[in-house]
């Protein structure tokens, strides 16, 4: 196997395996992801969490909106510009997105558990730490430069 051929069916398959947990899900993967970078890294501007997700002002305002609307996020005006409003998630939104990685984990394992033997399972562990170096390094969170490609989103 060439190297591009390794490329592009590790990148087929990680998207399918991403669809794939995305079935158990029980909110939007936009909300989803908002939650997260809100619990991940504290209030944010809506214009930051449209960067971040690479999506337009008006899909995250959108998202922002519906969070809002179900008590899940909470604005506030920012300091230092009056213009903005600061995103905040509720206590109630953590928990919600508490709620969602379990379920999503729960589905995982038991698919791992029933798919698997045990040096399967060993081995699949080895791959997570490759390929969480693989994406730090896409995301340049390796120290070794720009990202190559959009931040995470979810």
């Known amino acids: 196997m060439d190297e591009d051929t390794l490329a592009e069916e590790l990148r087929q398959s990680i998207g399918e395996l991403v669809r794939a947990v995305r079935i158990v899900d029980t909110m939007s993967p936009g909300e ?8 991940r890294g504290g209030p944010l501007t809506t214009a930051d ?3 971040r997700r690479g999506v337009t002002h008006q899909s995250a305002a959108k998202s922002v909106k519906d969070l809002t609307g179900a008590g899940l996020a909470r604005t506030e005006p920012h300091p230092s510009d009056g213009r903005k409003l600061l995103v ?4 109630a939104g953590r928990a919600r997105l508490r709620e969602e990685r379990a379920r999503r984990a729960h589905a ?7 798919t698997f033997s045990p040096e399967e399972r060993r081995r699949l562990r080895e791959c997570v730490a490759l390929l969480s170096r693989l994406t730090a390094r896409l995301t340049g969170a390796d120290g070794a430069g720009t990202p190559l490609g959009p931040g995470p989103r979810a």
Do not use: E, R, S, Y
Request: aromatic share 4%; proline share 0%; hydrophobic share 60%.
């Open 108 to 114: 995982v394992d038991a698919a791992i558990q029933d």
């Open 88 to 91: 905040h998630i509720t206590d």
């Open 32 to 39: 989803a992801a908002v939650l997260g970078f809100l619990d």
């Open 49 to 51: 969490l449209a960067h």
